[in-house]
Structures are given as C-alpha cells and as structure tokens.
C-alpha cells in the first residue's frame, strides 16, 4: 500500500484567499439563478422600455412587485452589476442608484425589433432549466456508470431523450419550445459581424448549402449581402415545414447524416459541437461529396468555437464552459485547433486555414 502524502498547509493568507475561493465556486449557481430571474421578471426588457436608465423605485413600479420587495430586488440587482450583466452609477437627484444596460444585457432585451437585434432571453431559460441542472447534478453518479460506447450524455442518461430530438417534446413540451427558441437565437447572434469581418469568403461564391439553417434567418442576411449568391437551407422536415416561403432561399427537407445538396459551399454554423467525433466525420464527409474540387472554389465554412488560451482567461473560461455545457447536455463537444484537424483530414479534406477569431469562436474554410 503506498503512503500517504503530507497533506500541506496552506499559510493564513492562503487559506483565506481559498476559504473566498471557495464560497465563489461553490455558489457561482446563484449568479446563473439571478440572471434567470432578471431574465424572467423582463429587467432588461424594462430597463430599455424606461429608457436605458431605472432606479430601484422605476424597476419595482414597471414590474409590479410588491414593495416588501423591493431591498431584496436591490439586492438582486447588486449581484447581477458586481458580475456585469447592468451597470449602476449614483446620479440620481434623490441619490438612488440608476441601473443601465451593459452589452450583455442589452442582447437579453425582448420582444424588440432591430437590425442585428437577436434576443438570447431563450437561450438563458433553456441553459438554466431545471431539466439541465438535474442532469448536471448527476454528473458524479455518470461517471461511475460503466457504459458501452456511444455514451449517452447525463441529460440523456437521467431523462432517458436526448436534448433538440422528436422525443424531447414528450419529456417537457415547454422545455422543447425554449430549447429551440435558445438554440436558433444563439446561432443567428453575431451573423451580421461575421459579414463585416469575414465577408470575403463569401465573395465569388455561386451557390452555398447552410446545413442546420432552421428558418433561413443567415441565409437571408448572406443573400442580402451577396444578391447573386443562390442559398439553400438544409434542416430536418419538422424544421422546414415552419419555414418561411419567400422566394428568396431553397428549403430542403433532409438529414445531413445521408445527403447535402450540392454547391459550391457548405457552411456549418454551430453544428459540429452537438455531435461526437464519429458524427463529425460522417457529417463532414456528406458536405465534401457536395461540393466541387478546391480548383472550383469547393470549401466548407465551419464556424465553430476553437479551444485555446491565446484570447484570454475570460474567454477562455467561457469556451470551457460551454464545452461543459455540450460534455453535460450532448455527445459533442467544443474542440481545439488540433482536434479539428485531426477530424478534417479523417473526413477526407486536404486543408484548412482558420480566417478569423470573432470572440470565443473561429471562422474556418476547410478545403477538399
């Protein structure tokens, strides 16, 4: 039996420091719980509504919460501008704290119209469900369940469905809705700043096949931009029987696992990390068979997050999150340069060149 090591111990300001540390990990869910409740009451929705500026009396009186509330809003609120989601200053006559929308929480803004405006309300309710912290509560008891491979993930494995199935509906029809809701707001947020940083990939295409492309929403935004692009989104049919009929885009009814319409590009924006690495291959090589030879400006676009330090702590600690997020709820997984490399060769591609970082994610051209 080997020994023991000596356990060491840590100096008074060390053990201090870790007691601080400490508490934050451990309740950093509170902060999550906050922000879904800020997100429920409509605070960002009434902050913009009031004007972009609210005072603790404004919030209580445009929300109608009782006024024994109102410390205990104060308090919520405290939290949430410590952490970043709003913003406060004292420049109120009567000396109250005025609460201001930040970037993060202007993108939680609701039921608003605008230009590059997609609400990410959905995306909040749908990562802070209880249905996906009881499948994170599990993760202990996942990891000491002997599997054979494929291995589901814990949402799948308590909940017996997996997330974004046809059999979701059937666990939690509300779930399912604010799911979908969350996952096609998230994909479409950030397509207007990909045109401007990285529009010339799209310049000289004829034809592009948006794989998981929902209702067109980047596909009308590309062909706004590129009127001579001819676009087609591929979703499965419960997915396209929704869609609009403008026109504008081809729908296709289909599953990328067995055909992608041919065209000079595929794109794959957000796809890849729902799925594990065998997917990925089977997935990649139906896109290679779509498109011409690299001479024909044949490519693939994904747009995928890519694991790495080199942009810093924050947005490091957010790609890892997420990967947790995919680890917990999916069989994917968010990948480093390296993984995806190794997953487009194994496709079948000769090449690939990351064009650009925007934030925790990387435009990518991957070339047959």
Not at 155 to 167: A, I, K, Q, S, T
Request: hydrophobic share 45%.
């Amino acid at each position: 039996m080997a020994a023991q090591a000596r356990l060491e111990v840590p100096t008074d300001a060390e053990l201090l420091q870790a007691q601080a540390d400490l508490w934050r990990h451990s309740l950093y869910y509170l902060t999550s719980m906050g922000l879904r409740c800020a997100v429920e009451l409509e605070i960002p929705t009434t902050i913009h509504q009031l004007g972009g500026v609210a005072s603790l009396h404004d919030l209580m009186s445009a929300l109608s919460l009782p006024p024994v509330k109102m410390p205990f809003l104060g308090r919520l609120m405290r939290v949430l501008v410590t952490s970043g989601v709003f913003a406060a200053d004292d420049a109120s006559e009567s000396g109250e704290e005025l609460y201001r929308l930040t970037p993060l929480s202007r993108v939680l803004v609701h039921g608003v119209v605008a230009d590059e405006h997609h609400s990410q309300k959905y995306f909040v309710l749908a990562v802070t469900s209880s249905h996906c912290a009881e499948a994170a509560f599990g993760l202990a008891d996942w990891f000491k369940k002997d599997t054979e491979a494929p291995v589901p993930s814990p949402f799948e494995d308590m909940h017996g469905v997996p997330v974004f199935d046809d059999r979701t509906a059937v666990l939690d029809k509300d779930f399912d809705a604010v799911s979908n809701q969350g996952l096609a707001a998230h994909d479409n947020l950030g397509i207007a700043t990909i045109l401007r940083e990285c529009g010339d990939i799209f310049k000289g295409l004829e034809s592009l096949t948006d794989c998981c492309g929902g209702d067109g929403t980047t596909a009308r935004a590309l062909v706004k931009a590129y009127p001579h692009l001819k676009c087609t989104v591929l979703d499965l049919p419960k997915v396209i029987v929704k869609a609009p009929v403008d026109g504008v885009i081809n729908y296709v009814a289909g599953d990328l696992f067995h055909t992608v319409p041919s065209s000079q590009a595929v794109m794959l924006k957000l796809v890849l990390h729902f799925w594990s690495d065998d997917d990925c291959v089977k997935i990649l090589a139906q896109c290679r068979k779509a498109i011409p030879p690299r001479e024909e400006g044949g490519k693939v676009i994904v747009i995928e997050i890519v694991v790495g330090p080199s942009l810093g702590p924050i947005m490091f600690e957010a790609q890892l999150l997420m990967d947790m997020l995919m680890m917990v709820n999916t069989r994917g997984g968010q990948r480093s340069e390296n993984d995806w490399s190794k997953l487009f060769l194994k496709a079948g591609f000769t090449d690939y060149k990351i064009v650009k970082k925007l934030g925790a994610r990387c435009v990518i051209e991957v070339y047959p």
